[in-house]
């Protein structure tokens, strides 16, 4: 048993050692770089196992409530570092690897990015386990074991390119095989259902079964005894090897059984803009949620004999649409495998799961083809219709009449099905994930539902692990912190607003402006070492790093650039600030227009190249592979944090606040956190500008006109006549044209209509920063007002709010 108090670093490089030779069979002196990271992940896992183990004990014998928590992705970025802060055994590690000869800094750059995630979604998901072993309370994760990441991204010319993401040769370290908590999935075949003795049976034909192979990771919380396990799901071929076919030579079919269900844990969000893809997708989605929840049902089994007792003791959660069919697969299982008649096993499923809302987007609230459901999911397809016909028939005695009404509200409706719809009647609650967006979806998708049952609704703003995204990755900061107000904050996000009595102070300040320096510096040589650009530390970082997407609006940030581009052409001699644009994000491998922007970006740098005078003034990088470690070096560099949706699209965002608690300034619409970032800092210490979520509506509604604010507006003129010109030899027109005259409307999130705004809130913050003190105090004050977004804090209110959950502390 390794007891923390007592792990001094004779404890570290004894177990250490015996890793190196128990798997590896060298000493520590002969050990490579990967050898030594393989042995302390080992060491550290089994630290984990212990501390796991003897917290499901506690669980156990206290019969503790659950929650299982169901996404498609979880963005977890590298693990060591994380854990080994957390588990408060870094000193001890380092003494240990000092003598032989390493550090944890150098075996930190063994491990690759565990990209299983996107963006916010899979990054919020890997949050929120942190904070759930923090608050000391039981939960279990589950996805998908993804052979591949999201992709590993190339510009070429401008163009992205995706390559496989190859995380598991330095990541598998991580996980431990669960043999034992095997489960089958069935896909396609049909389903016949058998009346007998007053009930009724369901016999299923020519199915094809895959197996669900577990692996779990370990995380561990911060000053806590629990650890959260997330489990991943490997799909494998459940029949045995097409010997016939292999001793015939026919090779390749020998295999096809192996390749297909390997298919389904293969690669994270397959394209969807083909068939192949949409069926993938959708087996993906089942997948997760039918071992998932066969697992959870079968431990609940073993504990407590009954399933009555489900909603009192497991919360299960699906986060976004994605684990949607959780609904049908419950009521699969309760019926089917557990007898439960139809009224008592929807009562179970409707008090034992929750939903998670992400987007107001339109094309980002799943439907599904009717007929694809029906063909691989042929008994889920027939529980759906039962749900949408009872729900139907339940709305139409409560809306006589209303058929308007009840067919906004329906699960099917012209050959598809909406799993957000599903998902809101499934669930005893629903939340949105920032206040703004919470009211939204009252009013505006959700709103037929609100009407019905207004109490099922409720809102849980974001969080970010801030001690990864402040302690972790910006240890400089940390400690000016510490030595101001003490180390409280690292177990309390609220008693970093302690830190606000020093906004006065002028040594404070400057040592906030030294540190802000060097992590400038630390950034540009990080870029230089990895792509060989080169950053002016001294030029003020203005940053977007966020998913690629319209709505988001890095065109907005483009525009302003061409903007200063062409006004620097004029008067290469104009006393301007020297400013770095550093853009960050992937788009998605079918999204042309995200992948248009991306190059737009990347020719406006080529074309700056040609100018050295003007590019000493403005200079434009794209960083290439965006993910999480680069995240943790880039946030604390930054200084303007760019956070410019369209009023009414973010749901919420967590970068704003990764950036926010960094101690960068926010150029932000009035959209998703930012909203409760201004309330938090007030409107002297953040930069709003623009229309709000209501402006937007009513322009929209009024019939919105892009060429209005074109013609007058001569440096927008000048931008989209800069668009049709070109850079670095290629003309953008189709930009110029989607912002202008593109059918059914041109410029969709109206970055023509808050360009004016835009560019004056720029000229504000660039007067701003040259008063260094007031930036240092504006920084300090969104340091100080950070911590209520932290996800210690949301998830304590999951927990108390929708889950039921105790913390067993």
Same mark, same amino acid.
């Given at each position: 048993m ?19 030779s128990?798997?590896f ?6 050990a ?6 393989k042995?302390?992940?080992m ?32 963005l @977890? ?5 994380? *854990?080994?802060?957390n ?6 590690? *380092? ?16 491990? %690759? ?21 923090? $608050?000391?309370? %039981? ?9 591949? $990441? ?12 995706? @390559? ?18 095997i ?8 389903? /016949?259902?058998v ?10 034909f =020519? ?7 577990p ?11 629990a ?5 991943l ?8 090897f ?5 001793s ?13 269900a ?38 609940h089994i ?5 399933l009555?007792?489900?909603?009192? /003791? ?5 986060? =976004?649409?994605?684990p ?9 299982l309760?019926i ?5 008649p ?5 009562? !179970?499923?409707t ?15 799943e ?12 008994r889920?397809?027939? &529980?759906?219709?039962? !749900? ?18 009840i ?21 005893? /609650? ?8 919470? =009211? ?8 037929d ?12 703003t ?22 101001? !107000? ?26 906030m ?9 630390q ?11 080169? &950053?002016?530390?001294d ?28 006004e ?6 104009a ?12 788009a ?23 100018? %050295? ?17 680069m995240?943790e070096?880039?946030?604390p ?18 970068g ?9 300034l926010?150029?932000g619409?009035l959209?998703?956190?930012?909203v ?6 007030g ?6 500008f623009?229309?709000t979520a209501k402006d ?7 019939g919105? *006109? ?5 013609n007058n507006?001569?440096r ?37 209509a ?6 004056d809130?720029?000229a ?8 260094? @003190?007031?930036?240092?105090k ?16 949301? !998830? ?10 105790r913390?067993?502390?």
């Amino acid at each position: 048993m390794y007891e923390l108090k007592n792990f001094t670093g004779d404890v570290a490089k004894t177990l250490i050692e015996g890793k190196l030779s128990r798997y590896f069979g060298v000493s520590a002196h002969e050990a490579d770089r990967e050898q030594m990271y393989k042995a302390v992940v080992m060491s550290v896992r089994d630290i984990l196992l212990e501390k796991r183990n003897k917290y499901h004990h506690t669980v156990k014998e206290g019969k503790a409530k659950k929650v299982y928590y169901l996404c498609m992705e979880f963005l @977890l970025g590298r693990s060591l570092k994380n *854990n080994v802060f957390n588990l408060g055994i870094e000193k001890s590690m *380092n003494e240990a690897l000092s003598s032989f000869g390493y550090t944890l800094e150098d075996l930190y750059e063994e491990e %690759p990015d565990a990209g299983l995630g996107n963006g916010g979604l899979g990054r919020l998901a890997a949050c929120f386990m942190d904070a759930l072993a923090s $608050g000391d309370y %039981p939960a279990m994760g589950f996805s998908i074991r993804y052979e591949y $990441g999201l992709f590993k991204q190339k510009i070429v010319d401008g163009w992205q390119m995706e @390559l496989p993401d190859i995380w598991l040769p330095g990541g598998e370290v991580w996980l431990t095989q669960r043999a034992d908590k095997i489960y089958t999935v069935k896909f396609d075949g049909h389903v /016949k259902e058998v009346w007998e003795n007053g009930g009724m049976r369901v016999e299923y034909f =020519d199915y094809q079964e895959i197996d669900a192979m577990p692996y779990d990771m370990m995380i561990s919380g911060y000053g806590s005894e629990a650890v959260s396990v997330l489990r991943l799901w490997r799909a494998q071929n459940r029949n045995k090897f097409d010997m016939r076919s292999f001793s015939q030579g026919d090779y390749m079919r020998s295999m096809q059984a192996d390749n297909e269900a390997e298919l389904i844990s293969k690669v994270l969000y397959p394209s969807d803009n083909h068939f192949e893809g949409k069926s993938l997708r959708l087996k993906q989605q089942y997948f997760l949620v039918s071992a998932s929840l066969q697992n959870i049902i079968n431990d609940h089994i073993k504990r407590y004999g009954s399933l009555d007792s489900l909603p009192d /003791k497991a919360a299960i959660h699906i986060n =976004d649409t994605h684990p949607a069919l959780a609904v049908p697969e419950l009521m699969r299982l309760l019926i089917d495998e557990h007898g439960y008649p139809w009224d008592y096993a929807w009562d !179970i499923v409707t008090r034992t799961i929750a939903y998670t809302n992400h987007t107001v987007m339109s094309e980002a609230l799943e439907c599904w083809n009717e007929d694809l459901i029906e063909r691989r999911l042929p008994r889920i397809y027939s &529980i759906i219709k039962e !749900i949408n016909r009872r729900y139907c028939a339940d709305m139409w005695n409560r809306y006589p009449g209303d058929w308007n009404k009840i067919e906004r509200m329906s699960v099917m409706s012209h050959g598809q099905i909406r799993m957000a719809n599903l998902s809101v009647i499934g669930s005893h /609650k629903v939340n949105g994930v920032s206040a703004l967006h919470s =009211d939204i979806i009252k009013n505006s998708i959700f709103k037929d539902f609100y009407d019905v049952s207004p109490e099922k609704f409720t809102n849980v703003t974001n969080g970010i692990a801030y001690r990864r995204w402040l302690c972790q990755s910006n240890p400089e900061l940390t400690e000016l912190i510490s030595s101001c !107000i003490g180390d409280g904050f690292l177990k309390d996000a609220e008693k970093l607003s302690d830190f606000a009595a020093f906004a006065n102070d002028e040594s404070v300040l400057k040592r906030m402006a030294e540190i802000k320096a060097l992590k400038k510096r630390q950034f540009a040589d990080y870029v230089f070492r990895r792509s060989g650009e080169k &950053i002016d530390p001294d030029t003020l970082f203005d940053v977007q790093a966020k998913r690629l997407h319209e709505y988001k609006r890095q065109l907005l940030n483009a525009m302003n650039i061409i903007s200063r581009y062409a006004e620097l052409k004029d008067n290469p001699s104009a006393p301007v600030k020297p400013k770095t644009f550093i853009f960050a994000a992937k788009a998605a491998p079918g999204y042309f227009m995200a992948k248009e922007i991306i190059k737009l970006i990347c020719f406006i740098s080529e074309d700056l190249k040609k100018h %050295p005078a003007i590019r000493e003034k403005l200079n434009v990088v794209y960083l290439e592979d965006y993910g999480v470690t680069m995240a943790e070096k880039l946030m604390p560099a930054t200084e303007i944090s760019e956070q410019i949706s369209t009023a009414g699209k973010e749901a919420s965002g967590t970068g704003n606040m990764k950036f926010m608690i960094n101690g960068a300034l926010t150029i932000g619409t009035l959209d998703g956190a930012n909203v409760e970032m201004r309330e938090a800092v007030g409107d002297e210490n953040i930069f709003i500008f623009g229309m709000t979520a209501k402006d937007v509506e009513n322009l929209w509604n009024n019939g919105y *006109n892009s060429t209005a604010y074109y013609n007058n507006n001569a440096r927008l003129q000048r931008v989209i006549e800069s668009l049709k010109k070109g850079f670095n030899g290629e003309s953008f027109e189709n930009l110029s044209n989607y912002l202008l005259t593109a059918s059914p409307v041109a410029d969709p999130y109206m970055c023509m209509a808050d360009f004016g705004a835009y560019q004056d809130v720029h000229a504000k913050a660039d007067e701003v920063y040259s008063d260094v @003190l007031r930036w240092q105090k504006m920084s300090l004050m969104n340091v100080a007002k950070s911590g209520r977004f932290s996800a210690d804090r949301a !998830i304590a209110e999951y927990a108390e709010n929708i889950w039921n959950l105790r913390s067993t502390k």
